[in-house]
């Protein structure tokens, strides 16, 4: 797991464990990022399926709860079975795209 910080995104890299890994370790060290925007990057792994998507269900509502965004990158997933409760891209520029779109949104109170 590889983290990266770009102004106010961070930007969590996975490499080698698995999602469900991952979200326990980003659940363990969340206030460490958790006023930040976050970006997951899943896009180094193999294969991924809708169930390891599901598993940042409850972190990213809680996230976007707390007005920040929280947004999945993978290009390895079928984007129509995805929730809709959850954001996933399958490119790291429309990740900063959405959560530029987010932040404009929350300035203008929507």
Do not use: C, W
Request: hydrophobic share 40%.
């Amino acid at each position: 797991m590889i983290f990266d910080q770009n102004g106010n995104i961070s930007i969590i890299t996975q490499e080698k464990a698995t999602t469900i890994e991952l979200v326990k370790k980003l659940q363990a060290l969340y206030p460490k990022f958790k006023n930040n925007n976050i970006i997951v990057n899943l896009t180094t792994l193999n294969k991924i399926s809708l169930e390891e998507i599901v598993e940042f269900l409850q972190l990213s509502n809680t996230h976007r709860n707390a007005k920040h965004s929280f947004v999945v990158v993978s290009n390895k997933v079928d984007f129509d079975d995805t929730p809709d409760e959850i954001v996933v891209v399958p490119t790291l520029q429309e990740a900063y795209d959405i959560i530029e779109m987010e932040e404009m949104e929350r300035d203008l109170g929507f």
